[in-house]
């Protein structure tokens, strides 16, 4: 429907901060999107051990949220608001969460999650240590997500009845925003149980407070709003069907690595034709190659930044894809050689042309000023030229104009030769 509500908990689920100003940025809000979908926001000071938590709807029925808004994604104006929800439609949402929250929770208990783990998903509020829950299937291997709460599940895969459970982001007890995906899933054929991280990135800590996620279908959709305005500030969703694969091996592996191969054979070309440009002999009076020698240093300053940055993700990748040793480790280290060898030419060589192009500024300053006095004269005579005063014959008007043109590319040539190549 195009609607994200975002509550205020209850006043009695708060707890004083030691740092007021914290607890103010970390506006207690809980997100209600689809059956099945929550990710509360609570002070950073709030904790329940095991024998206290309870299901997120439970928290919400004890007292009702003294606060609603909504997020209208397809409003009339070019941007989506936050608005107040009227307080009389609150028992109807609270009602249809909590029945999502109770489908989610029979979702999970039907693929065999132990009953602390079906607790700790319907309850995102509260810190989940994914290493402490109960026995799942016959065996569990891989490395599970770490320990925090306010992050978003989906249990049952795509379809909905598959032997998946789907955690994103979320965040620590100190309060370190994750931007990951792990994916806990029944082997084929078998009572086994894997963990697999699909997803991990790195994010801006400062752009996450009062951060909520959920899941919405195939996408996690992220929320970041500031409950003392209208708006929202951030809004954004990952798809996360390309990071899914039956097999645990990302399907993007693939697309990656012969990602990495393209770009390292274009970083390649580009800091080949650089040092071909700086390496050439340049002539006392050689404009031509002054000209290439200055368009690659300026490469060089614009590029530098992007250059860096692609090299350091080369070697990110590499890494990732378990290349970094072998041939194209070594094609990389030559490249970032390479590029460093053009990092430390590049202020050598401006500081030795910088006399040349002091002589070509002189000599084209003194073209341009010739060409200015010339085409000052040149507009006299063109202004007094019979084609613009009346009496002229059809055919007398285009052989002036024929001859006017030729006269104007003459002119035109001048320019050419003064401003160079």
Known sequence: EGKVLLCALPPSTRVADEDPAADAADAPAAPIGRRGAVSVRTPRSFSASAGQTTATSALLEKELPSAVWSLDSHPS?????????????????????????????????RIGLPPDFVLALTASHALADFNAFGKVGDSLVGEPPSARRHFAVKVGGLSGSEHKVWVYGGESIEGYAHDDLFELAREPDSEAWSWRCAYSAEIDQLNTIGRAVLFVGSSVLSVRACAMSN???????????????????????AELGSGVAAKMGSLAIYLADITVGLAQ?????????????MQRLHRIRLNAESTELEIDQLRDAMVYLEQDIGEQANELSRIDSEWREVKRLAPVLRKAIKPQQDREGVRIRGEMADLQAAAAEYRVGF?????????LAPSAVHAQLDKMAASLKLLEGRRGAAVGP
Do not use: C, H
């Not at 307080?87 to 929770?105: H, R, W, Y």
């Not at 002999?281 to 020698?293: C, E, I, Q, S």
């Not at 202004?383 to 009496?391: D, H, I, K, N, Y």
């Open 281 to 293: 002999t340049m002539g006392a009076d050689d404009f031509a190659a002054l000209l290439a020698v």
């Open 77 to 109: 104006s070019a941007e989506s608001i936050w608005s107040a929800a009227p307080s009389q439609t609150l028992p109807d949402l609270l009602a249809e969460f909590a029945a999502g929250q109770k489908d989610l929770a029979n979702a999970a208990e």
């Open 231 to 253: 708006r929202y500030e951030e809004l954004s969703s990952l798809d996360i069907t390309p990071l899914l694969s039956s097999s645990g091996v990302p399907p993007f592996r």
């Open 383 to 391: 202004l007094a030229e019979p084609v613009f005063s009346s009496g």
